[in-house]
């Protein structure tokens, strides 16, 4: 296992019919590798990746996820 930071930031947002320009989420998990492998893949092959999986979010403009180990 290990400690992985998370920054995802979403430009051009639309939560409850509500515009933001930008959003920036960041959190810390403890994973294994495979599972940081398995996350990145769902993050690049999956469209609807954000939308599906957060209440209220309707549109994304641009998004990016980052992923890096935490000493």
């Known amino acids: ?3 992985v930071k998370f920054t995802l930031t979403m430009d051009d947002v639309i939560v409850e019919d509500q ?6 989420l960041g959190w810390e998990e403890e994973l294994n590798q495979d599972q940081v ?3 990145s893949q769902k ?3 999956s469209k609807n990746f954000l939308t599906s999986r957060m209440i209220g979010l ?7 996820l ?3 180990p935490v000493d």
């Not at 515009?19 to 920036?24: F, K």
């Not at 309707?58 to 990016?64: N, Y």
């Open 1 to 3: 296992m290990m400690k």
């Open 19 to 24: 515009h933001l320009d930008n959003i920036i």
């Open 37 to 39: 492998l398995e996350l």
């Open 43 to 45: 993050w690049i092959t």
């Open 58 to 64: 309707s549109h994304v403009g641009e998004s990016s």
């Open 66 to 68: 980052t992923i890096e």
